[in-house]
């Protein structure tokens, strides 16, 4: 199905649809949500995309991360902004298009960290409301069906096992230089400690989410599970295109 027929049925049924996707690091939510957002006529807003364009603005400040009154300092001086592109959002901090420099393990590291703050998250949460209060979106994140829309018509929690979403995230660094997989999954399993134990909005299933795991699936299988999930809550066929 395109996403012009997607658009159309959406329109027909006279839905705003909001898809929320939460989950831990590594478990393929930005390609799950891209998919998703082509494949029914919606708008892709990556919200971790934001938190490590934050984190970039941090550490070329040269500012420590475990300190909430500089960053909150920072985040009052800082715009952030996502606009759709043909593969990924084209990220804009302070309008510089910072895309292709926020996928470092430091940012992303980096943005794990600044998150754990009530007020940064705060922040970022009303920026997120902000950006799909119009509906029509497919938004990924870490409290997306707990925090940023509880109300969202659809909730997933896309997991995996920590040893499989590690290898997963090995694969994808290019070049490997002298990064071990064991590397990979030791720091993986650190920020899923971060992220589930903080005390704002820690990194849970919202009560009305629908649990995928994906640690026994392809992601073929994967993607063809959550487009079930989205079309039986348009009650359509999930059509492959």
């Not at 705003?16 to 690091?25: E, Q, S, T």
């Not at 919200?47 to 300190?67: D, E, H, I, S, V």
């Amino acid at each position: 199905m395109s996403k012009d027929e997607g658009s159309l049925r959406l329109e027909d049924q006279g839905r705003k649809l909001i898809v929320a996707i939460d989950g831990p690091a590594g478990a393929g939510k930005s390609t799950i949500a891209r998919h998703l957002a082509q494949h029914f006529g919606l708008l892709n807003l990556e919200t971790g995309a934001m938190y490590r364009a934050f984190a970039l603005k941090a550490l070329r400040a040269g500012l420590p991360l475990n300190q909430s009154a500089a960053l909150e300092k920072l985040a009052a001086e800082t715009t952030l902004r996502l606009e759709p592109g043909e593969e990924n959002n084209c990220v804009l901090l302070d309008d510089e298009d910072v895309t292709g420099l926020i996928r470092s393990q430091m940012v992303t590291d980096g943005a794990s960290k600044v998150s754990v703050f009530p007020a940064i998250r705060a922040w970022m949460v009303r920026m997120q409301q902000e950006l799909g209060a119009s509906g029509g979106v497919v938004m990924e994140g870490r409290d997306i069906g707990t925090v940023v829309f509880p109300h969202a018509e659809v909730k997933i929690f896309l997991d995996a096992a920590p040893e499989v979403r590690g290898m997963r995230r090995f694969d994808q660094i290019v070049p490997k230089t002298s990064v071990q997989p064991e590397e990979v999954i030791r720091d993986l399993r650190e920020r899923d400690l971060r992220d589930r134990n903080r005390a704002d909005s820690p990194l849970k299933p919202a009560p009305d989410s629908v649990l995928l795991d994906s640690t026994h699936m392809t992601l073929e299988e994967t993607v063809a599970a959550a487009e079930s999930i989205v079309a039986a809550k348009l009650h359509q066929p999930a059509y492959r295109s």
